[in-house]
């Protein structure tokens, strides 16, 4: 606890103190607890905590809610208790996060039982049990409302631990958090009333944890989906950082140009799947240089005419490599294209106008601005107003016109805060984020391929 903040100490204090009290009824002589119920949701719902390979235990959620609906208040926040304390914790300190997520879901499933019963959900299992009792109706309505109960509280309690343990504001904290707790429910309100009517009906229990086997697959599903995303975003970090080391003098430049791919195309309207292989194409547009001799790639002086044309492979060689990685999808184009010009003159097919891929437009875009306003061991950075002024200058020739104006409006609406790279020394940003004005560039091996003066291409790049 003393790694935490005060007031996340007294937070979390007080999330256990008020779970304890919301369960103490059950202590009560009087207390009619069907203690069996509460001793197999409970067990259950620690098992499917403790021992299923998923991101989250959130798959067995159904059996928080059969809880809500079977159980008093009380008894219902006892379910969640021993998951919580036995469930995997990969951050310190363990004991801590453990007590906060006991109590978190304590509250939340009280609080979904108390709203199943203020709007009558147990009377209409009872008439569940018996077919000629109308009323089941009313159960329908009374869960997926407890459901949503749960989800909220479990998200505010939440967004609350972030605010005072991390520091993070509250817009930051909350932002996305009630609409990803809330979602889950729409499925598991309907499936925690099917557990609840299965376990009163003559079938008993052992039925009832049935309905937990598609929710078991759908989690295994999800949990295959979440790992093969984690495997391409480790395949990405691989052949970046491979690149990075091969050409120290554009370390950072591969996520520089991801991030400014990205504001380009949010203003052009994309989004989801489209949104993320831009980024990726524009992580990835310089993994061709793995195959270019270094030397050529370190050179500090003008490049021979041989020199230059084995450089400007480094698209062929870049699409060659990802070829066979079916996720990349889109981004391929944009790896082989990005150096195509807009007048024909570019490489390596010579491409013109609408011929050159909508992502290569985007990302050639992207390249020239960061090498552009990027500090350098040959040359320091331009301010983001000379770079922007630049892009319009060659916008028609060189650039798409539409996708110049994306960035020039992105730039105004968000700003830019370029890092420079780990080689080159480093100018105090002001205000804007901008470096001081350049010096005249001394002309060597760019990142994107040296070319002989003067240059046409902004930020020296071809």
Same mark, same amino acid.
């Given at each position: ?43 259950? !719902? ?37 998951? %919580?304390?036995?469930?995997? =914790? ?36 009872? %008439? ?13 309505? %009374? ?26 504001? %509250? ?37 009832? /944890? ?6 078991? =697959? ?98 062929? !060689? ?92 992105? /730039? ?29 560039? =001394? ?20």
């Amino acid at each position: 606890m003393r790694a935490l903040p005060l007031g996340a100490r007294a937070y979390v204090l007080s999330a256990v103190l008020t779970g304890a009290l919301c369960a103490a009824p059950v202590l009560r002589p009087q207390a009619a607890v069907p203690w069996a119920t509460v001793i197999l949701l409970a067990a259950v !719902y620690a098992v499917g905590s403790r021992t299923v390979r998923a991101p989250s235990p959130e798959w067995c959620g159904p059996v928080l809610l059969t809880g809500a609906f079977l159980l008093p208040p009380a008894a219902a926040a006892l379910v969640a208790v021993p998951g %919580a304390l036995l469930g995997r =914790v990969e951050r310190h300190p363990a004991p801590v996060r453990r007590a906060w997520r006991a109590a978190q879901l304590s509250l939340a499933v009280w609080a979904a039982a108390y709203v199943f019963r203020a709007l009558g959900g147990p009377y209409a299992l009872r %008439a569940a049990e018996n077919p000629g009792v109308p009323g089941f109706p009313r159960a329908l309505a %009374a869960a997926p409302v407890a459901a949503l109960v749960l989800g909220l509280v479990t998200a505010v309690l939440e967004g609350g631990v972030l605010v005072l343990a991390e520091r993070r504001s %509250a817009r930051a904290a909350w932002r996305g958090r009630h609409l990803s707790a809330l979602a889950p429910q729409l499925v598991h309100g309907p499936a925690g009333l099917a557990m609840a009517v299965l376990w009163r009906s003559p079938y008993g229990p052992g039925a009832a /944890l049935l309905v937990l086997l598609p929710m078991y =697959v759908c989690a295994c599903v999800f949990a295959l989906c979440h790992r093969e995303r984690a495997a391409h975003q480790a395949t990405i970090r691989a052949l970046v950082q491979a690149v990075d080391i091969k050409d120290r003098y554009t370390r950072g430049h591969s996520e520089r140009v991801g991030r400014a791919s990205v504001l380009i195309a949010r203003e052009l309207g994309m989004n989801g799947d489209r949104l993320e292989a831009l980024r990726i194409a524009g992580i990835l547009h310089d993994v061709g240089k793995l195959g270019v001799p270094t030397r050529l790639l370190r050179k500090n002086g003008p490049l021979t005419p041989e020199e230059r044309r084995v450089i400007e492979l480094h698209p062929e !060689y870049g699409h060659e490599m990802v070829r066979g990685i079916r996720f990349l999808g889109e981004a391929r184009t944009a790896i082989l294209h990005h150096h195509e010009r807009l007048d024909g003159s570019g490489y390596p097919y010579g491409l013109a106008g609408a011929q050159i891929p909508e992502f290569a437009r985007v990302v050639a875009v992207a390249d020239a601005f960061d090498a552009m306003t990027s500090t350098r061991t040959y040359s320091r950075a331009r301010p983001v107003d000379t770079a922007v002024a630049e892009l319009k200058r060659c916008a028609g020739t060189q650039f798409d016109p539409r996708m110049v104006r994306a960035l020039a409006r992105a /730039l105004d609406r968000h700003g830019w805060h370029a890092a420079v790279t780990a080689d080159a020394r480093a100018e105090a940003p002001d205000e804007r984020g901008n470096v001081p004005p350049p010096a005249p560039l =001394v002309r060597a091996a760019a990142a994107d391929g040296p070319q002989s003066p003067p240059p046409t291409h902004p930020g020296g790049t071809p």
